[in-house]
């Protein structure tokens, strides 16, 4: 990742995640507050459902005592000692009762209120043994013309054998009551409806609370063997400072300004972009040995000063370059002028004598002059020509002209070296191989070629019947050529030392063949290094860029 790609993400994150986090740190802690007060919510409903049932049986049990003390009701119970069933008016039952029966010590309904139609039937209660004078309170399913309905009845005894039962129904004002006074959902659950749901509530403990789906829920009935359960579930709701009605709210304004942030982090980091861009093209351009052009910032900032000093330093480059090449030109071409004038001295003295001898024998009237004539002048021959061919290696070499760089062919470059070494490659001295998948490659083809050939024969002259291989390979953005011998490879001083004019080994030779071929390399852009094999003989490899 880029730095600027890494600064943008850095601004990223800095933008959102403090936002983020005092969010969710808000949210978190509202939503404890929350809980903590819904729970607090379902303990005051608790205690007021369990109020509001003690108040239900209050009345329920002070409505009994009422009907019970109606003129009517002691006529009925006279008449019901004489074995006459008595018929009472419905409109008897208070306005707090739904419904109101007198019941024998069988528990067979005798007489109803209500519910005339039970009259006949039994009732069952197994709480009602031994059923003192202060009644008692059971819960019950009744039906009546509606449907079914969970009832809170009262029973009483009335005389010996007598009982009064007055009930409540308690899914109609009872029900809703609690609902206003709770600010719960109260539900009514029969034990008769064996469903799953049914049976999850039935084996709650009563009077404890339950999260279920983030909701509390409590079983407000006890009786362990009641037909039916009552159950208050608390809903969360928006409690505390930090409510659900403005996190939304909160959430868009942070994201808002966290977004506006990333954009301005987005509109700097761009222009940063633009001058270090800008800085790069120039470096490139100094790399590229393009020392003359300023290098120029878009604003007026920090960037301007940096490119002020930029292009300060590379006048300052371009300066001490030119100093350095002029020097180490005058150094190289010391260098050489030195050593041709060694090459040059060296033959000179020999020369000199033989031509001494040469006018000696003359003058003695010698009788051998023919063959020291002979002699002397093959001599000087040879040694005009070792001269003349170092002084044409070096002329070549000081004219070398820039390459011409055109787009070559590299199979075709490659058939022109086995043309040329016909014999050979069909010898098999001389193998080939490539396994670059380029087509062509920009370069002077015939400074290559000449660079190709020069390796070529300096190979295969390193030892008799020497075999050369030359594998050409790509290399990244590069073209490797690397040219193998089975000679007996480069001396361990000419390694250590590097390429250099008039060092050289081969007998005759002018010192300037590698040189030459670096220079071709140096010219491309290119690299050249000289090593051994590893499996013996010399290895020349030869890196252009492609």
Known sequence: MTLTGKTRLFLVLASLLPPLILLLVMHLHARKQSQAALYSRAHEGLTIIQRQQTRLEEDLKSNALYLAAYPEIKKALWEIERGRIPRLDERLLPPGLDFAEILDDSLTVLVGLGQASLAGEKRSFPILTDLDSAGTFSRTVEFDHIGRHAGLVYLMPLDDNIILLAGKYLETDFVSHLEDLSAAKISVFFGEDRDSLTEYYFRLE??????????????????????????????????????EQWFPSALAVSLTAALLAILAGIYITGKARREIDNLITAANRIADGDYNSP????????????????????????????????????????????????????????????????????????????????ETTLMIKSEIDHLTRLLDNFVAFARMAPPVIKSKNIPELLGEIKSLYRREFESGR???????????IDIDAEKVRQLLVNLIKNALESA???????????????????????????????????????????????????????????DHGGNMAIDNNPEGGGRVTITLPA
């Open 295 to 374: 290098v120029m910032a878009y604003e007026d900032a920090e960037f301007a000063r940096l490119a002020d000093s930029f292009t300060d330093m590379t006048r300052k480059i371009r300066e001490t370059t030119g100093r350095l090449a002029a020097a180490e030109q005058v150094a190289a071409w010391k260098a050489i002028g030195q050593k041709i004038a060694h090459e040059i001295k060296n033959p000179l003295t020999p020369m000199a004598i033989s031509v001494d001898d040469l006018r000696r024998s003359y003058h003695d009237k010698l009788p051998d002059f023919d063959k020291t004539l002979d």
């Open 206 to 243: 009563p009077g404890q609370i339950y999260t279920i789906n983030n909701s509390l829920i409590i079983r407000a009935t006890a009786e362990g063997d009641s037909p039916y359960l009552i159950s208050a579930a608390f809903e969360p709701s928006n409690i505390g400072p930090f409510n």
């Open 464 to 522: 008799e019947k020497a075999g050369v291989k030359i594998l050409i390979e790509d290399d990244e953005k590069n073209l490797r050529i690397i040219i193998d011998d089975s000679g007996p490879g480069f001396e361990a001083g000419i390694i250590r030392q590097g390429i250099r004019p008039y060092l050289t080994t081969k007998k005759g030779g002018s010192g300037l063949g590698l040189v030459i071929c670096q220079r071709i390399v140096f």
């Open 430 to 440: 001389l193998v080939i191989t490539s396994s670059s998948a380029r087509q062509s």
